[in-house]
């Protein structure tokens, strides 16, 4: 019996096949108190990561990928919910807070998928598996917050699930350029590494790919 052989790592991404993720991207994590608390996160995320989630998604939508948010978000006013690591560290958005909502720059389109998480990766608290088992697809473009935390945790587990995972390499970030370069040499082995340029092209190429 024949076997389908998997996708190359740095074969072209199929549009149709893909689904693009923006991980946390909500008013809770970026906001204007960012700036001082967070300076490097606050003017990496404005000038670079979040121009290129939005080339991500704008190109997407135009190929016919899936566009998919997750966002922290407890599923009772006490977070009770929440992971050991979200509780330890005091991490809770209440549903429905304005703390949940995605950023007005990568605004949800009317048909676009958001999905409220309580762990770091959103396979572990979400039903991100069983979408993209039931749509068809088996390639994950990880964009985001944080590059060694969430994005980091995600990449590993849908590569162990048996997705290809791609992560833009200037679509995400976190506190510091060190902490963002490690992590993406940490993770290297389980996804492929790509410019948002790279990808956007790829997606053009494609053509309108629309469902």
Do not use: W
Not at 39 to 57: E, H, T
């Amino acid at each position: 019996m024949s076997r389908s052989q998997p996708a190359a790592r740095n074969e072209a991404i199929d549009p149709a096949r893909t689904a693009i993720l923006m991980i946390d991207t909500q008013a809770g994590i970026f906001h204007a108190g960012a700036e001082s608390a967070r300076p490097y996160f606050f003017r990496q995320a404005r000038d670079v990561a979040i121009p290129n989630m939005a080339r991500l998604i704008a190109a997407g939508r135009a190929a016919g990928a899936e566009i998919v948010y997750t966002v922290i978000e407890s599923l009772t006013l006490d977070g009770r919910d929440r992971s050991l690591d979200y509780k330890q560290t005091d991490f809770h958005f209440a549903p429905g807070s304005p703390q949940t909502r995605v950023i007005e720059e990568l605004r949800p389109g009317e048909d676009d998928i958001v999905l409220p998480k309580t762990s770091s990766s959103l396979f572990n608290s979400t039903i991100f598996e069983y979408l993209l088992r039931n749509i068809g697809l088996d390639t994950v473009v990880v964009t985001g917050f944080l590059t060694d935390q969430c994005v980091d945790h995600t990449v590993r587990d849908g590569a162990d699930r048996g997705f290809r995972m791609i992560c833009p390499i200037d679509a995400c970030t976190t506190d510091s350029q060190e902490r963002h370069d490690r992590a993406l040499s940490a993770f290297k082995g389980y996804c492929r590494q790509a410019s948002t340029a790279d990808l956007v092209a790829e997606m053009q190429a494609a053509g309108d790919g629309g469902r």
